[in-house]
């Protein structure tokens, strides 16, 4: 694969990390990474893939990730609309007018906000391990933290493996370089879902990655907050899309179980959805970067 091209883009007074790999005359396809997460989120091997199959890859460092600019989220709140718009930026910033759009659990979020709201610069939409924009996981939370039996008309809670993770992870935070590394590696291992083996030293090298290359490494968690966020733009029906859609779901996701990808497979028209066996919420088990990767030129050959 051709080294790739590495740019700062501007978003307002932001500078977002950007990098392109491929050839710039095949289709663009804009990777929208997650919660927290920085570009290299999207694997390696899942780029190299589809630059081999024949696309321009685009990916970057969310606003406070990685090389790009970190916010004062206190005195500076943001939203899911600025980090669609940071998205936009990136496209903006490489010449891209509409892109085959990518996204990944939050990623997928923005991407559906992307679709609905600027639907000429999306040619086809891909939603990856994600829910409805639109959906508050507050109540079905609640109850669980509670002890209290779901909601059978809500979507359901994550795994009470994950949620036993995040008490733990609360009674004891980590606070030095290395007890936050084995804290985030922990967690993705919990998000693999123990079906499928986890790629403990590609987790790891992300994980290190990541903390590493922040300014700030806990400006991350102001994805978290930016995502629980539900504004009105996020209330919009995803009957609006018009965007070929494919929804890619594991049937081991324990952050956001399979019926959250199924209901947002059928609120879009025309959507299709894809279930993987195995999968848990993240890319790290051999192999499955490049399965998915083969997903996404499948359907943006279609579109």
């Not at 606003?63 to 600025?82: E, H, K, M, N």
């Not at 995502?227 to 009105?232: N, V």
């Not at 859609?245 to 059928?266: C, F, I, K, M, S």
Request: contains cysteine; charged residues 20%; aromatic residues 4%.
């Amino acid at each position: 694969m051709p080294t790739p091209e590495e740019k700062f883009v501007k978003s307002g007074e932001l500078r977002l990390w950007t990098e392109r790999s491929g050839d710039p005359n095949d289709p663009p396809v804009l990777l929208v990474m997650g919660t927290s997460a920085p570009a290299a989120g999207w694997p390696d091997e899942l780029v190299a893939a589809l630059v081999a199959g024949g696309r321009q890859v685009i990916r970057f460092d969310h606003r406070d990730t990685g090389r790009s600019s970190c916010v004062d989220f206190a005195a500076r709140p943001y939203t899911l609309a600025d980090m669609a718009a940071d998205a936009l930026a990136v496209l903006d910033g490489h010449a891209v007018a509409d892109a085959h759009l990518v996204g990944a659990s939050l990623g997928g979020a923005i991407g559906q906000w992307l679709a609905v709201h600027r639907p000429e610069r999306v040619r086809t939409l891909t939603v990856v391990m994600s829910a409805p924009m639109g959906h508050d996981a507050g109540p079905a939370w609640a109850r669980a933290l509670a002890g209290q039996a779901p909601d059978p008309d809500d979507l359901p809670p994550p795994a009470p493996a994950f949620l036993h993770h995040l008490a733990r992870l609360a009674e004891r935070p980590p606070s030095t370089r290395e007890e936050q590394i084995a804290a985030s590696l922990e967690t993705w291992r919990v998000l693999n879902g123990g079906a499928l083996p986890f790629d403990e030293a590609a987790a790891l090298a992300f994980v290190t990655g990541a903390h590493d290359r922040a300014a700030d490494p806990a400006a991350a968690a102001n994805h978290d907050l930016a995502g629980r966020a539900l504004t009105p733009d996020r209330l919009a029906p995803l009957s609006a899309i018009t965007a070929p859609t494919l929804v890619v779901h594991g049937t081991e996701d324990p952050l956001l179980p399979l019926p959250h990808g199924r209901a947002l497979a059928e609120r879009i028209p025309g959507a299709r959805l894809r279930t993987v066996p195995g999968m848990g919420h993240g890319f790290h088990s051999p192999g499955l970067p490049e399965r998915i990767a083969g997903m996404i030129l499948e359907h943006t050959a279609a579109g």
